[in-house]
């Protein structure tokens, strides 16, 4: 135990690196004491371009499936009134789990660590603010916009993609930023189980 305390304080506190930390338990000399790290240096070790690459691609392959999932459940939670509590209840739901519950759920339940439980959870914590927003968005388009579409002779699914969508667009973007800024702060979680990223 006082072994690992001294070769954990060399890599954490001295900045030596994990092989040079390793190294001393080969040739059992004592850590210097001496050397400290720089905030600078740390930061900008030579593992930020990893990490950096890491954490981004957890936040936009994560924010990518959210969009392409959370935009069509909005939708059918506004045009399926049945379908309205159902599935903002549900994405509400997912939002109030505690994020190292989830992944230790996740973990339990795929039977592995790292990206992919890592990947699932921020898919799951970005659903609600698009589903939600993409949902307000197009209850906030007016009647009158309805009915000119549908005196043009419109399709449903021209209506919708011509006119709904569109003047919803301010809406489902805030609900994407939020969900941004959501997976960014909860990716560094991820580290935890070997996800990689900061």
Not at 25 to 35: H, V
Not at 43 to 65: I, M, Q
Not at 154 to 172: C, F, G, V
């Amino acid at each position: 135990e006082a072994t690992m305390i001294r070769l954990n304080a060399a890599a954490e506190l001295q900045g030596k690196s994990f092989a040079e930390a390793a190294a001393l338990l080969d040739s059992g000399s004592k850590a210097e004491k001496n050397s400290e790290r720089k905030f600078l240096s740390v930061l900008f070790g030579p593992d930020f371009w990893r990490l950096t690459s890491e954490h981004l691609l957890l936040v936009f392959v994560s924010l990518a499936a959210s969009i392409a999932v959370g935009i069509p459940l909005g939708i059918l939670s506004q045009k399926v009134k049945a379908m309205t509590q159902v599935v903002l209840g549900v994405v509400g739901v997912i939002q109030t789990i505690p994020s190292l519950a989830l992944f230790a759920f996740l973990i339990a339940l795929l039977g592995t660590i790292g990206t992919v439980p890592a990947l699932i959870a921020l898919f799951l914590y970005a659903l609600l603010p698009i589903v939600r927003n993409t949902h307000a968005g197009l209850d906030a388009v007016g009647k009158g916009m309805r009915q000119a579409a549908l005196a043009l002779g419109l399709t449903k699914q021209d209506w919708l993609r011509r006119i709904e969508i569109p003047l919803a667009m301010p809406s489902i973007l805030a609900g994407i930023k939020t969900s941004a800024v959501i997976n960014v702060g909860t990716a560094t979680i991820a580290a935890f189980i070997g996800a990689g990223g900061y």
